[in-house]
């Protein structure tokens, strides 16, 4: 498949992939800067991602990577909000390499299959509560962050029906950072 570039509302398809090579570091042959990262990231899920891999070629790069996945990571949503969020996303960008990664890991984190079903295909998920979220993400994604009140209501929605999730004034940040990010 070509690497897929979008531009406004249009996509662009183009071989720019076939014009560049990737070393795919190992924590063996990774600038020095990249080693600890990639070392951390195979004892974690007992194998590096070739994500990974390209990325410690510019060490701070991989530790932007690795700081903004933690911080997903530490937020006070479940592992399955984290994944709709990132999910939600990887879709609406149109990165088929981001989808399958975290569908693997929505596995390894036990997101039920409905919702992967779901988040995959780009329709509604059954429970309400992620199904705000997603659209909550998805508003972000396409208005780039600028989301009126409408769009905030669909969080408040999220997160009223989730007191476990109510932080501070800043639960939204892991859909802030995905979407700067994914």
Known sequence: KPWCVRVGSSRIEANIMTDYTFTIHTPENAPEGSRAGLEGAKKKMGMVPNLLGVLAGAPSALASYQALSGAIASSSFTPTEQQVVLIATSVENDCRYCVAAHT??????????????????????????????????????????????????????????????????????????ARNAW
């Open 104 to 177: 693997t890991i929505s596995k390894g984190a036990r997101v039920p299959e409905d919702v992967l079903d779901s988040l995959r295909s780009d329709t509604p998920i059954a429970d309400s509560k992620l199904e705000a979220l997603r659209q909550f993400t998805l508003a972000n994604v396409r208005k780039k962050g600028w989301v009126e009140a409408d769009d905030h209501n669909m969080l408040k929605k999220f997160l009223d029906a989730n007191s476990g999730a109510v932080a501070d004034d800043h639960d939204d940040m892991p859909v802030f950072l």
